[in-house]
């Protein structure tokens, strides 16, 4: 499998040669509330974030009545109330994601959606979005995923609660249907303590299977991304929210707005840090270069033919006039063409 390793979401390109690409996962930290939707949207735009991801799903296809809610759930809100009904209060309708994508399209960040069940899938696909979220639960999900693959748009695979060989199986599904993919390391815990993230995984993902990589990050504060850059994380994600404080099931592991700002500084400024891979002189140091690299100069006095030796040059500051010592071999093949006083610069 040859994934592709330049796309578009949306107005940003996503290469191993762009900038990071930043998503802001707000989920269902709304509470099912559109004018909370709408706040998210604005933390997310004033933080810098390149995209905003929300969750769409129909209760009714996507869980059974009597699930108990998953551990960090159970933690993070109402006990009396089951996953059903928890879920059920957090849908978000096809025309409130019509008024979320209008509300983006003002605030220039880009709208995007993780899809629970093949009937918001359909919908999703009639509001055009420029790329889809695939969640861990659905990782080993097969059918879904090559429903997903034919939509033809890019898609962002997380690998929480997965083993390596059906992450495997998970991309041979959908490489003869849609080669745009972005595959996350993820660990599917909210949230998850230090010596869960394994971002090592995101090298593993490089080496075997040739693909964009990136990180979905459920680390406590801004957190593990930033260290996802370095081993090569193209895509991050992280979920914020208005108030962590709030009851609900991902308030307490997301950022808040603040922090959500921070994230996205510390993401910007490893890219600098880690600048280029072409080894070269910055354009601030060739002036230091002159200033503290070393030319050739005579150690006493050279007549005019007598050969250069080892004993007769030496090294020094000059300004950056003269030869580098680099190519002091080159010189021990010559004879002075001038005489040269102690401390003059060789000029051969």
């Known amino acids: 499998m040859k994934f592709n390793k330049h796309f578009k979401v949306a107005n940003k390109i996503i290469s191993e040669n762009t900038p990071v690409f930043i998503i802001a996962e707000a989920g269902v930290n709304h509470n099912g509330d559109i004018n909370k939707a709408k706040e998210l949207i604005d933390v997310a735009a004033s933080a810098g974030a390149d995209a905003v991801k929300f969750q769409a799903f129909k209760t009714e296809n996507l869980i059974l009545k009597d699930v108990e809610k998953a551990p960090y759930q159970q933690k993070t809100t109402d006990s009396k109330e089951s996953q059903f009904e928890m879920l059920k209060s957090l849908e978000i309708t096809q025309n409130q994601n019509r008024e979320l994508i209008e509300y983006c399209n003002d605030k220039k960040i880009i709208f995007l959606s993780t899809p629970f069940d093949e009937d918001s899938i359909d919908e999703l696909v009639e509001l055009d979005l420029p790329a889809f979220k695939v969640a861990s639960t659905d990782t080993t999900n097969l059918p879904f995923l090559k429903k997903l693959a034919l939509t033809g748009k890019p898609l962002f695979l997380s690998t929480g609660m997965s083993y390596l060989a059906e992450i495997e199986m998970a991309l041979e599904e959908i490489y003869p249907y849609n080669k745009n993919v972005v595959l996350l390391q993820c660990t599917a815990n909210y949230p998850i303590s230090d010596d869960e993230a394994n971002l090592n995984v995101i090298k593993t993902f490089k080496s075997k299977f040739d693909i964009i990589v990136g990180y979905s990050d459920h680390s406590k504060g801004i957190g593990a991304s930033p260290y996802a850059i370095p081993m090569g994380a193209k895509v991050v994600e992280k979920h914020f929210t208005l108030d962590t404080e709030q009851q609900g099931p991902d308030h307490e592991a ?38 503290l690299q070393k030319c050739l100069v005579a150690s006493k006095s050279i007549s005019k033919l007598e050969p250069f030796t080892e004993n007769n040059i030496v090294a020094k500051r000059t300004g950056g006039k003269g030869i580098s010592p680099i190519y002091y071999k080159d010189i021990l093949k010559k004879n002075a063409s001038k005489h040269y006083n102690v401390n003059d610069i060789i000029d051969e």
């Open 254 to 291: 997301s950022l808040n707005p603040n922090q959500l700002k921070d994230y996205v500084k510390e993401i910007r400024k490893v890219e600098l840090f880690l600048g280029t891979s072409n080894k070269r002189p910055s354009f601030d140091e060739l002036k230091t270069r002159e200033s």
